[in-house]
Structures are given as structure tokens and as C-alpha cells.
């Protein structure tokens, strides 16, 4: 995977719009991405719920907004495969 772990112009925009406040940002995603890597991982073990399209989908994004390109570019794999309905390729 060619993709750069972080994206640095967004990180550099984000210190600029945020200043002090982007610890709490970086905090609030370390934060809400364990919650939701949580649900998710007790969701694939057992029948597959659609609820986890959602979910990898907002982590997708939430990635994106604080430059974490790479993350943001497994979950996209991630969400292919649960489209796809190919849970089996989903490593809990």
C-alpha cells in the first residue's frame, strides 16, 4: 500500500483552524475510534450486521478529516468487503 500514513497539509490546516484545541481533537478521535473498533469487532463475531457498513464508514471519514490517510484507506478495504458482502475477508 503506496498510501502515506498521514497527510500532512491536512494536519498543518487542521493546527492553523484549531490551534490549542487539536489535542482534544486528536483525543476525542483516539477516543471514539476504540469505541467504535469495539462495537465493530463484536459485531463480526457472530451473524454480519449492517450496522458495521455504518460504522467503518464513519471511522473511514473520521480518519480522513485528521489526515490519517492510511487508516482512513484500510477502512476503506474494510467497507468494500462489507458492501460486497465478503465477511469472510473481514479480519476481526
Known amino acids: 500500500m503506496d498510501t502515506p500514513h498521514l497527510d500532512q497539509e491536512v494536519i498543518d490546516e487542521l493546527e492553523l483552524i ?3 484545541e487539536l489535542a482534544a481533537l486528536f483525543n476525542s478521535f483516539q477516543t471514539n ?10 459485531m463480526l463475531n ?3 450486521d449492517p450496522a458495521f457498513i455504518l460504522h467503518i464508514h464513519s ?6 478529516n485528521i ?3 492510511r487508516l482512513a484507506a ?3 478495504g474494510v467497507e468494500t468487503h462489507a458492501r460486497a458482502g465478503d465477511w469472510g ?3 476481526p
Open 33 to 42: 475510534s476504540l469505541e467504535l473498533l469495539n462495537r465493530m469487532s463484536s
Open 59 to 64: 471511522l473511514k471519514g473520521s480518519c480522513r
Open 46 to 48: 457472530g451473524e454480519p
Open 89 to 91: 475477508e473481514i479480519d
Open 67 to 69: 489526515g490519517a490517510e
Open 74 to 76: 484500510l477502512c476503506q
Open 18 to 20: 484549531m490551534a490549542e
